[in-house]
């Protein structure tokens, strides 16, 4: 099995972002809850709530959609173009994208892509997650709680704080829009927590 992240690894960007720019056009009433998503940002950065807090305050957007399944079917028609060719040139059917970003828009893709995924599980209806942000160590528990034979071939990811999920594999790699490099060998090594 090979295991990729998702945004800005196999996705040109991160798709939240993307997706919160595409519901603010279509509700320009959403710029109305920046400054409580901007008061949620820095106390996160001060470390007095945790990142799960943090995008729960961020997700309180979705809740008030009531054509969510339709704004992320049309989001994805518009959006799908930003798969790396690298990946697609790659793709097999056994490969799991996981990812920070919520269920409700990595489902969609993955179904489209044909491979399996984990996310963050946010209830859209609430913007509550049922347990942690799918991110650092979290991803490894995710991947453990879903798949606890498999075996990871390669690994592909922008970011260190997949350095767990780097571990598990054979290969890992770092990747940086088309340049894809083997994970730094000091930062594997090394005995960093990443929640």
Request: hydrophobic residues 35%.
């Amino acid at each position: 099995m090979n295991v990729y992240d998702f945004d800005k690894t196999i996705y040109v960007d991160d798709c939240a972002t993307d997706f919160y720019k595409y519901s603010i056009k279509k509700n320009p009433g959403l710029a109305l809850k920046w400054p409580k998503l901007i008061s949620a940002y820095v106390k996160f950065r001060l470390k007095k709530i945790s990142r799960t807090e943090l995008k729960e305050v961020l997700y309180q957007y979705v809740i008030e959609n009531k054509n969510l399944e339709n704004d992320v079917k049309n989001f994805w028609s518009k959006h799908e173009y930003k798969i790396q060719d690298w990946y697609l040139s790659q793709r097999q059917e056994d490969d799991l994208i996981i990812s920070a970003s919520p269920e409700f828009l990595i489902e969609p893709i993955s179904k489209q892509l044909g491979v399996a995924f984990i996310a963050s599980r946010l209830n859209p209806k609430t913007g509550l997650y049922d347990g942690l942000n799918c991110y650092g160590d979290e991803k490894v528990v995710r991947f453990y709680d879903e798949y606890p034979d498999a075996h990871v071939h390669e690994f592909y990811s922008d970011s260190l704080s997949d350095t767990p999920m780097a571990r598990l594999a054979d290969r890992a790699y770092f990747v940086k829009g088309t340049q894809i490099t083997p994970w730094p060998k000091d930062v594997l090594d090394s005995d960093t927590k990443f929640d």
